[in-house]
């Protein structure tokens, strides 16, 4: 058998390997992707069947682009993500730096560390619901005992306070996960060049300046592009504390395409939303790996 003919048929055994995983991909993402944009291209609305379903190309995505609370959602979507990304992956950096150190009870520590991001996110938006909800709840028991303010805020009524909870739990719940991703990149920087470092005599801010955080930036952008990409489509978290509330002050895209798809019954429109969400996601991914790429081939430098 010549090389070129033994290279085809594991061409084609590859392919065959292949074809079950292409194919569950097709069926999960591809199709409904692709049935998404064709909805998208249609005037359907189930509250007026009567007018059936006709083709109306772009008029949903002009439609979407020239409302006032497309773009108030879409900003909302920015700043939760700006937030809550910005205090994960501070807080996840410190605490892995905690839980890469050697002491008793490392294992017992990580564990416990882990276990909000065990918690599925809708039964941690309850818990935080109950925490700041109403006079009696805990966070405004403590604030009025330590004298902190004299009279209990109303956190789910106010346009700018409702952001509280919902990034607090947010941080609370994920960052633990932004600590696994960076303490699995500080296990990867071999502890020589720390003694080296030490020797040449640098300090714990030099090492960490000049040794841990270029090292490390790879992780660092990892961890970036996962909660980036997980807070540009946050649903449930904002669903269950305000559900946009009050008003549509804490409304992100997901929230307004939900509200559009599923209460507004307006498929057509409601899919060029979610269409919107998922381009400004794709180029935001495509950024970031683009962004990761360079800093792995500077690391390698």
Known sequence: MTRPESERREARLAWLLCAPALAAILAVAVF??????????????????WLGRPF?????????????????????????????VSLEIVLGLLLALGLHGAF?????????ALL????PTVVAALVWRFLFEGPTGAANQMLVGSGLVGE???????????????????????????????????????AELYEAA????????????????????PALVVAVIFRALDALRVFDLVYVLTAGGPGTATEPVAVYAFQSLLQDLRF??????????????????????????????EVER
């Open 32 to 49: 409904p992707l692709g049935w998404t944009l064709l909805e998208s291209l249609h005037l359907h609305d189930l509250r007026m069947p």
């Open 56 to 84: 109306v190309a772009l008029a949903n995505y002009t439609e979407a682009l020239a409302q006032p609370r497309f773009w108030q959602a879409l900003a909302h979507t920015a700043f939760f993500a700006a937030a809550s």
């Open 104 to 112: 008793r009870g490392r294992g017992l520590a990580r564990t416990a």
């Open 116 to 119: 909000p991001w065990a918690i």
């Open 152 to 190: 209990a805020p109303v956190w789910f009524a106010d346009a700018r306070l409702a952001w509280v909870p919902i990034i607090l739990a947010d941080v609370w719940k994920t960052t633990p996960f932004v600590a696994l991703l960076l303490l699995a990149g500080l296990q990867g920087i071999d």
């Open 198 to 217: 030490r020797v040449d005599g640098a300090g714990a801010l030099a090492r960490f300046r000049h040794v841990t955080l270029p090292l490390l930036r």
């Open 268 to 297: 057509g429109y409601g899919s060029a939303l979610s269409l919107i969400i998922f381009g400004v996601s794709f180029a935001l991914a495509w950024a970031y790996i683009r962004l990761a790429g360079a800093s792995l081939i």
